[in-house]
Structure formats: C-alpha cells, structure tokens
C-alpha cells in the first residue's frame, strides 16, 4: 500500500500509483496539481518522470497550487456512504449470546496536496467498484454501498485484500429473545483507521440489541482493533470526530417490507 | 346618485383638513410651495419613498419567519398575501391624500364586487383550490409532476396557477382548478423509483439463460440498488418474441443513467451471447406476387 508520508512531486515532474484496481497519475506543472484515474483498465505509465515523457492525452481534473508546492499524501479513507455488510446466511444470536464478526471494507485513497502551503483534499478514489443498496423502505431511506464480501465470524474466512479495511463488530444481544443477524448497516465517520503490517484496521464497534426489534440500537465505538490488530498504528483520524457512542436506526433493519 | 354624494362629502372631508395642514406650515415657506398639488405631490413621494423599503422589509421578516415553520410552497403564499395587504394598505395611503377615503373605495367596491363576482367564478375557483393544494400538499415545489401528458418541475405555487419547467425548458402555466380536478402524478415524491425496460427475445431463446443475463447484468450496473430486490418477469409471448419486464430500483438522481445503462449493457451482452433481439419484419411483393387476386365469377 503506498499510504506513506507525504512525498514529493516537483515542478514539471509526475508520479503514478496503483492500489488496487485503481490507477492514479498526478503532475505538477504550471502552477497546478492535475490527476487523473481510472478503475479497472489502465495505460501502463512508469512510477514517476517528467511530464514530457507522458506522450498521450488524458482528461486532467485541475488544482490551482502555488510556486514551490511539492508535497503529496496518499492517505486511506472510507467509501463516501454508509455500509451494508451481510453474513453467509442469517445468523441467529441467542439472548444474552453475542457473536463477533469481521467486514473487508475497499478502501478509497484520499489524495492530499500541497495548495499554498496547505494540504489540501484534492478527491476520494475508491478503490473496487461499489455497487449500490438502500437502507431503508420505498418512502424514506439512505443511498448505501453493498459490501461485496460477506461478514465472517472467523477472520481467516474473509475474503480479505491488502487495500480493504478490516472492521471488528461484536454484535451482543442483551434482550431475553433471539436476534436475527441478516445484515447490518455501518456508518462510517466516527471510525478511525489503523494499520498494522501492510493491512488496514479499522476501530472495533460493539452493537448492543436491548431489545428484539427495537428501533434504535446503541453502538459503541472502541480506541483500537480488537486482536490480533489491537497494537496497530493509528493512520487516520475518525471524519466526524471521536465519539463513544451512538444510535443507529435499525441496525437490523429487515426488508422484508419493501416489496409487501 | 347616494354613491356619488358619499364619494363627495367624503372628499369634502379630506380636502379640509389638507387645507389645515397647508396653513399650519412655518411662515417661512414661500407662498409658490404652498401650492396644494405641489405639497400633495411631495406627501404622496414621501409615502412612497418611505413605504415602499418597509413592505419590503415585512415581507422579506414574513418570508423568513414563515419558511421556518412552513413549507415552500405555504411560505411563498404567506408572504405574498402580506406583500398584497401591504401595498394595498400603501395605495389607500396615498389616495386618500388626493381625497379619496378607504370607506368610499370599499363602498364602490362592494357594488362593484358583485358584477366582479359573476365575472370573476373561474379565478375564485383557481384561488380556492390553490388553498386546497397548499392543505393537502400532492407535490412541492422542485418536484417532478406529471399532468395531462404535462411533465415538469414544479417552478412555482402561485393563487391562481402552477409553473412547471419543462424537462425541454419550456414554462408551463396549469391553473389550480385544473391541477385539484385531474390526475396528478408526482414523479419525485419518493427517494427511489423502479425502471421498467420491456425487453424482448427471439422464440428460439431459452427463457432461464434470458433471465439470467439480465439479472447478472442489474448486478454489474453500479448505480442499480441491490435492495429493494429487482424484479424480472417473463411476461409472455408476444407476436413475434417472448417479452420480458425488468425493473432496476435507482435513487431519483441515478433514474436516467441506470435506464441508459441497462439498455446498453443488455444489448451488448445479448449480441455477445448471440441472442436474438426480434424486430418486425415488412415483405415488400412486387411484379406479378402484387397483382390483384381476381374474383371467382359466380357459377364458377
């Protein structure tokens, strides 16, 4: 993974970087940052170079810069909207039981220049193509992306790549009846990212179900991965800030409903 | 002939204290600009100069204060009957400096109302039922509505008639009776609508790879929501194919691009799967195969 400190990409000069199946090429030249991306197919280029060396013409996204702004950043972010993971099947959580579960969220790379001397977000790539869901019914509800890899209980099971966050999430029912876990629903700004070796981890989170069926569930955010990712390092803060708790609105939320 | 003595005392009235006004001005104001018409004229400036910044002001405060606790489309209504009240109130001011009273305008006004009234049933209506729509709240404004073969953007809530932008920008003008009478269909109400393709194959297809490739290929498109679930029916058979309906959900905002997507992407499959897409055939006869087929005499 190239998340690094920040490097730098002189006047004239370009880099390029692949994180996945996504391609990116960024130039400095003529007092602005342009880059340009492509998911899935893209034109062989060398990691970096001068811009003459660049023979073909590409659709450049533009960023005014200053003279002198040299420096860049990869850092990792989440996808844009919130997550919709599900198991291999519905699971069954007996009262008072709690079952740990492991989710492989694609990355999106954050690309950050300088811009008068302030690192600045120039975009959010993903880095695997999202397909999108709805959580929620036919009158109201949020856009999400479906996670393409089901939730494991066993991390070695998940189908995990070197550029996918990996997020712990115990799910504990406190309630006197059984819950059913067919999906759940994540929202991603108040989680941070750690790393740990060449992976990515995100902050582990507790969901407590009080009650079967209930309309909000309390969600607790942790400080760290839980094993083996606990000693990770911490890379990105969370986007709306720390926070212990919160409510989600139907975690669980069936759709059963949808279509009746 | 009451009316017009009314009219007449009543400006009588007015004249006088005008005339008391004039007289009670500092002595020394030249006898030139004590002309009646020259000091109704700077009055009826004065009213206008002051007034009309502070009708402005109300309704911008009635505006604000209203699209707190109201939706738009009631807001816009509020504000504007304040902006009416106002500049009426502003226009009986400056009236009366010339004499005329609210009492002899309202006298007029209530003989003439009743001829306005005969003649003014249609717009009454477009009024009421702009109150109508305003309670019960089929569409807002910004929605996408469909009326009479009519789609649109819904510009704008007004008493007597609706604005629609045209998908093609054209402004279309709906009067409220009509909208309250017919069939209104909102497009945009909910966050997420299905797009229905008609999709047709060839007789010699296998109707399980059909649905196969299309559900594979709603899968592939990234802006078709996995949830609600879409929805593939064999519909049955048709003329000269075997008819499909596929229904992709999408948010609003995807509507277009998840239509224009799926209709390629499946032609594209089908041509790589080698699947027939059938079109009607026209056999054009000429030379003898288009003469007239005689008719067989009688006996024959």
Redesign the interface.
């Given at each position: 993974m190239p998340f690094t400190e920040s490097i730098t990409v002189p006047n004239d000069r370009f880099r390029s970087f692949r994180i996945g199946s996504l391609a990116i090429l960024l130039v400095n030249q003529n007092d602005e940052w342009r880059y340009t991306s492509w998911l899935g197919d893209a034109p062989e280029l060398p990691d970096e170079g001068h811009i003459d060396d660049l023979t073909e013409e590409y659709e450049w996204i533009r960023w005014d810069n200053a003279e002198g702004d040299e420096k860049v950043q990869l850092a990792p972010a989440f996808p844009e909207l919130p997550l919709i993971a599900r198991p291999h099947g519905i699971i069954n959580i007996p009262p008072k039981g709690s079952a740990l579960f492991h989710i492989g969220i694609p990355a999106s790379v954050k690309i950050l220049a300088e811009c008068a001397g302030v690192m600045t977000p120039l975009a959010s790539l993903p880095t695997q193509s999202l397909s999108k869901t709805w959580h929620g019914n036919q009158h109201k509800g949020t856009p999400c992306y479906a996670l393409r890899t089901n939730a494991r209980r066993r991390i070695e099971k998940l189908q995990c790549y070197s550029n996918d966050i990996i997020c712990q999430v115990d799910v504990q029912n406190s309630s006197d009846e059984v819950t059913s876990f067919d999906r759940l629903y994540l929202e991603t700004d108040h989680l941070a990212i750690y790393s740990k070796g060449e992976q990515l981890w995100a902050s582990a989170c507790r969901i407590k179900v009080k009650e079967a069926g209930e309309k909000f569930t309390r969600i607790i955010f942790s400080n760290t991965p839980l094993a083996p990712a606990n000693d990770s390092t911490r890379l990105v803060e969370p986007a709306h800030g720390k926070t212990q708790k919160s409510s989600l609105f139907n975690v669980f939320t069936s759709f059963k409903d949808v279509l009746s | 002939m009451l009316l017009d003595s009314f009219l007449l005392a009543q400006s009588t009235a007015s004249a006088d204290s005008f005339d008391s006004l004039i007289q009670a001005l500092p002595s020394w104001i030249p006898d030139w600009a004590r002309a009646k018409w020259l000091v109704k004229a700077i009055a009826t400036l004065l009213i206008l100069i002051i007034g009309i910044p502070i009708i402005r002001f109300i309704t911008t405060r009635v505006a604000k204060a209203t699209s707190k606790r109201l939706n738009v489309s009631a807001s816009m209504l509020m504000t504007k009957a304040a902006k009416y009240a106002l500049y009426v109130t502003l226009i009986l001011g400056v009236l009366g400096i010339f004499g005329v009273t609210p009492t002899a305008i309202l006298g007029a006004a209530g003989v003439a109302g009743v001829a306005i009234g005969f003649a003014s049933q249609t717009s009454l209506s477009n009024v009421i039922s702009g109150l109508f729509l305003i309670g019960e709240r089929p569409f807002r404004i910004g929605d996408l509505i469909e009326v009479n073969n009519t789609t649109g953007v819904v510009d704008s809530i007004n008493l007597l008639s609706c604005h629609l932008r045209t998908l093609d920008n054209k402004m279309v003008r709906i009067p409220n009776e009509t909208l309250v009478k017919t069939m209104v269909t909102n497009i945009s109400r909910?966050?997420?609508r299905r797009v229905n393709l008609d999709i047709s194959v060839s007789y010699d297809e296998d109707i399980n790879t059909v649905t196969r490739i299309l559900k594979e290929e709603i899968?592939k498109?990234?802006?078709?929501?996995?949830?609600?679930?879409p929805l593939i029916m064999f519909k049955g058979f048709g003329d000269s194919s075997l008819d499909f309906l596929v229904g992709a959900?999408a948010?609003q905002s995807?509507f277009l691009g998840v239509k224009n997507g799926l209709l390629q992407a499946i032609k594209e499959r089908f041509d790589t799967e080698g699947i027939e897409i059938p079109f009607p055939h026209i056999t054009l006869a000429t030379g003898k195969a288009a003469a007239t087929i005689p008719a067989a005499k009688r006996g024959d």
């Open positions: - | 909910h966050p997420i899968e498109h990234p802006l078709a929501l996995e949830e609600p679930a959900w948010q995807d």
